[in-house]
């Protein structure tokens, strides 16, 4: 999922909230300590990718972003299937708050396929702040944060002509040799959003190893897993 989908999400709960927060020193020390928990291991060489391994409930990835002098934390998590879709969970940790979403998908699998993301169907779409109850974001509020959030996730479609060698990548999860370049673009409130992405097959979701982007935003993979991710709520 890109950060593009995780900043409309939060301003869909600041909007519940109805304020901003002040920067949390606790939030801070948790980014910090995301971004410390280096891993040493090595992922091989596996042929150039091609899609991303097939999808399971419990697989995560959890990715750093930084950009504009601030660092902030995405987990996105296959935490359940339902209605033949699956149930995708992002959590957002900045400086100013802890949210979390969670989203019943249909149609990625083929979407993944066919490169087009009018295959895709979001289903329903929850979200929780910090400590705040959950909100169920449904009717013409539905349909206004779909109309955004699906054309975001394009970034998550691999455009397999554009694919390139990307030699050896090395992120706070570890090192991953022979990843593969690809560059996504994404259209959002009459922008372009262009980014330069490293994939690798070890890694579940999207298989993004490291992105960075035009505009001066960088993601890096922390930590993933092929099992392990629950609901949160």
């Given amino acids: 999922m890109s950060r593009i989908v995780i900043v409309l999400l939060a301003l869909l709960l600041s909007s519940c909230a109805g304020m901003m927060p002040e920067p949390n020193p606790a939030y801070i020390s948790r980014i910090d300590s995301y971004f410390t928990q280096a891993k040493s291991k090595t992922y ?3 042929g150039k990718f091609t899609a991303p391994v097939p999808y399971k409930v419990g697989q995560y990835v959890t990715q750093g972003i930084t950009g504009q002098g601030e660092r902030s ?3 996105m998590a296959i935490v359940g299937q339902e209605f033949g879709g699956w149930i995708i969970e992002t959590r957002s940790l ?3 708050a802890d949210s979390i979403s969670q989203m019943l998908i249909k149609g990625l699998d083929t979407a993944m396929k066919t490169n087009s993301i009018k295959d895709i ?3 329903w779409l929850k979200t929780k702040a910090d400590n705040q109850p959950v909100q169920t974001i449904d009717g013409a509020m539905l349909s206004m944060a779909e109309s955004f959030v699906k054309p975001a996730l394009e970034g998550l479609l691999i455009t397999t002509s554009a694919l390139q060698d990307g030699g050896s990548q090395q992120v706070p999860a ?3 040799k022979g990843a593969t370049a690809s560059r996504s673009e994404v259209s959002f409130l ?3 959003y262009i980014s330069d992405v490293w ?4 890694v579940p979701l999207n298989g993004m190893v490291k992105s960075v982007a035009n505009t001066g935003q960088t993601i890096e993979l922390l930590d993933f897993g092929m099992k392990g991710a629950v609901r949160s709520f």
């Fill in 190 to 192: 009459g922008k372009k």
């Fill in 174 to 176: 570890g090192t991953f």
């Fill in 199 to 202: 994939l690798h097959p070890a």
């Fill in 73 to 75: 934390i995405s987990t």
């Fill in 44 to 46: 091989g060489d596996s």
């Fill in 121 to 123: 169907d979001i289903v």
């Fill in 94 to 96: 900045t400086p100013t």
